[in-house]
């Protein structure tokens, strides 16, 4: 599907201008301490006019029909476009942690880092994660490799998005 670059788009945001709009899909994720599961996501890039994006993403629980059987996973955060295709960004988690991030994006593939974790008392501790970004084929893929509770880093969550009509 086409886009445009949105009116009133911070130039700085130029680059990820692709991004901005609200995807939807299907992923699946496992990890040692966790049964594999499969969810239904949605991801909403969006801007005020500002050099930073507004991130939101939600996730459901699915059963093998597709159908949601509960939450699951949700985050919001800040995505700063800086100088050499630099992305900071800051990701709040609804189970208590937040971290921050530092990346590049080559065109439409963006990585990131963790940098820094904070984890409320009751929280998992997050120790490490890399995150990726894509667009292939017209859709939004995600992936995200964590360190967790004692484990290395591994495959987590990945899904696959389409982008909505507005």
Do not use: C
């Not at 990820?16 to 609200?22: D, E």
């Not at 990701?91 to 439409?108: A, K, L, M």
Request: avoid cysteine; glycine fraction near 10%; proline fraction near 5%.
């Amino acid at each position: 599907m086409a886009f445009t670059i949105p009116e009133g788009l911070h130039p700085d945001l130029n680059p990820l201008a692709w991004m901005i709009g609200t995807w939807r899909g299907k992923g699946r994720g496992e990890y040692p301490t966790i049964e594999t599961f499969e969810y239904a996501h949605e991801v909403v890039f969006n801007h005020d006019g500002r050099p930073f994006m507004n991130y939101y993403s939600r996730s459901w629980i699915i059963d093998a029909d597709g159908e949601i059987i509960r939450p699951a996973a949700s985050e919001a955060g800040f995505w700063r476009v800086k100088e050499n295709k630099v992305l900071e960004v800051v990701i709040s988690h609804n189970t208590g942690i937040t971290e921050g991030w530092v990346g590049q994006f080559d065109g439409p593939k963006i990585q990131l880092v963790m940098d820094q974790g904070y984890s409320a008392p009751s929280a998992k501790i997050v120790t490490a994660g890399v995150r990726l970004y894509g667009l292939v084929e017209g859709e939004l893929f995600f992936a995200y490799d964590m360190a967790a509770e004692g484990q290395e880093l591994q495959a987590h969550i990945w899904s696959t998005l389409e982008r909505q009509s507005e």
